[in-house]
């Protein structure tokens, strides 16, 4: 009798189909999905974190540049235009005298008044009409509820320390007898420094009837950390001038044009840039997921930025204006 072996039965075999797909070695670029094929779902938390970090980047970014480089260049070109604009009202004699135009009219803020120079310090710079953040951002301010420098009484010029050019980085070093020129629309004022005054310091003397002062006046401590308002006297050594009346009595300025206030008033400024900074932060999080990498970061990279300069520029008007 023959026995027949039979071979043992096979499992049928699988399809690909049905296998697992086999994971890329280790350190293999994965591809990326392209434009219509699946992607894992949205993770709303995730978005809404990309975005906040987008918006934090972007105003850090933004502070850093508006102190710095930024804001140098704003003062820069500010103080060009403000020269010529001062240059062409001196050469036709309708340069400023006091708190009205020579029309008549109220004179604006940021309205260009005098020209002051410290020969020591190699400083020239245009005055502005007004003492709030926005205004010294361009340069020095004439305190509006003062006389013009060379006229009779105090005349008051602030301007920052560090930011936007730090035209008065210097005044700490003048010393007794150093020469101070301001031209105004009445011709050259000349004073001599009486000395720097910090935060603690014995006032000076009243000031006598028919005589004039200057006091400049910038922020002092480090760096960007106001800790209290640094002054320089100085004495008028050339024939007073004119004084027109004033309408704007001593004291009657707001808050915003004291020494080390701020500008409350770029609330809503900040408030709508911020607006449009959130929206560019959201819309670049979902250009992220559909776009690329690459292809979000150098089209969004400049907007966010851009955005992120004008919040903070809004923003450092609240803060001290003699930083």
């Given at each position: 009798?023959?026995?027949?072996?039979?071979?043992?039965?096979?499992?049928?075999?699988?399809?690909?189909?049905?296998?697992?797909?086999?994971?890329?070695?280790?350190?293999?670029?994965?591809?990326?999905?392209?434009?219509?094929?699946?992607?894992?779902?949205?993770?709303?938390?995730?978005?809404?974190?990309?975005?906040?970090?987008?918006?934090?980047?972007?105003?850090?970014?933004?502070?850093?540049?508006?102190?710095?480089?930024?804001?140098?260049?704003?003062?820069?070109?500010?103080?060009?235009?403000?020269?010529?604009?001062?240059?062409?009202?001196?050469?036709?004699?309708?340069?400023?005298?006091g708190q009205r135009t020579f029309d008549g009219k109220t004179l604006g803020m940021g309205a260009p008044v005098a020209l002051l120079r410290i020969p020591s310090l190699g400083l020239r710079e245009v005055v502005a009409e007004g003492t709030?953040?926005?205004?010294?951002?361009?340069?020095?301010?004439?305190?509006?509820?003062?006389?013009?420098?060379?006229?009779?009484?105090?005349?008051?010029?602030?301007?920052?320390?560090?930011?936007?050019?730090?035209?008065?980085?210097?005044?700490?070093?003048?010393?007794?007898?150093?020469?101070?020129?301001?031209?105004?629309?009445?011709?050259?004022?000349?004073?001599?420094?009486?000395?720097?005054?910090?935060?603690?310091?014995?006032?000076?003397?009243?000031?006598?009837?028919?005589?004039?002062?200057?006091?400049?006046?910038?922020?002092?401590?480090?760096?960007?950390?106001?800790?209290?308002?640094?002054?320089?006297?100085?004495?008028?050594?050339?024939?007073?001038?004119?004084?027109?009346?004033?309408?704007?009595?001593?004291?009657?300025?707001?808050p915003a044009e004291e020494a080390l206030g701020g500008d409350n008033g770029a609330w809503l400024a900040v408030f709508l840039w911020s607006q449009g900074l959130l929206l560019a932060a959201l819309l670049t999080v979902w250009l992220h997921?559909?776009?690329?990498?690459?292809?979000?970061?150098?089209?969004?990279?400049?907007?966010?930025?851009?955005?992120?300069?004008?919040?903070?520029?809004?923003?450092?008007?609240?803060?001290?204006?003699?930083?």
């Amino acid at each position: 009798m023959t026995t027949v072996l039979t071979p043992p039965s096979q499992p049928p075999p699988q399809s690909s189909a049905a296998l697992p797909p086999t994971p890329p070695p280790m350190g293999a670029d994965v591809p990326r999905p392209g434009p219509g094929e699946h992607r894992p779902p949205a993770r709303p938390g995730l978005a809404l974190a990309g975005a906040a970090l987008c918006v934090l980047a972007a105003v850090l970014l933004g502070f850093a540049a508006n102190l710095t480089v930024v804001g140098h260049l704003k003062h820069a070109r500010d103080q060009q235009t403000s020269f010529d604009e001062l240059r062409k009202q001196l050469a036709l004699g309708t340069a400023p005298v006091g708190q009205r135009t020579f029309d008549g009219k109220t004179l604006g803020m940021g309205a260009p008044v005098a020209l002051l120079r410290i020969p020591s310090l190699g400083l020239r710079e245009v005055v502005a009409e007004g003492t709030t953040s926005g205004v010294l951002m361009s340069g020095p301010g004439h305190r509006r509820d003062t006389a013009l420098p060379g006229q009779e009484g105090t005349s008051v010029i602030m301007g920052r320390q560090w930011g936007y050019g730090s035209p008065f980085n210097s005044l700490g070093k003048l010393t007794p007898g150093t020469p101070i020129e301001v031209t105004t629309g009445q011709g050259k004022a000349v004073y001599e420094v009486l000395g720097v005054r910090r935060p603690g310091d014995k006032l000076p003397a009243p000031l006598a009837q028919g005589r004039g002062r200057l006091t400049l006046m910038t922020a002092s401590g480090p760096p960007y950390t106001p800790a209290g308002v640094l002054r320089v006297d100085a004495a008028l050594t050339t024939p007073i001038q004119p004084s027109p009346p004033r309408p704007l009595r001593s004291g009657w300025i707001s808050p915003a044009e004291e020494a080390l206030g701020g500008d409350n008033g770029a609330w809503l400024a900040v408030f709508l840039w911020s607006q449009g900074l959130l929206l560019a932060a959201l819309l670049t999080v979902w250009l992220h997921r559909t776009w690329g990498t690459w292809q979000t970061w150098i089209a969004a990279g400049p907007v966010l930025t851009a955005l992120g300069v004008a919040v903070s520029g809004a923003a450092t008007r609240i803060l001290p204006n003699l930083l």
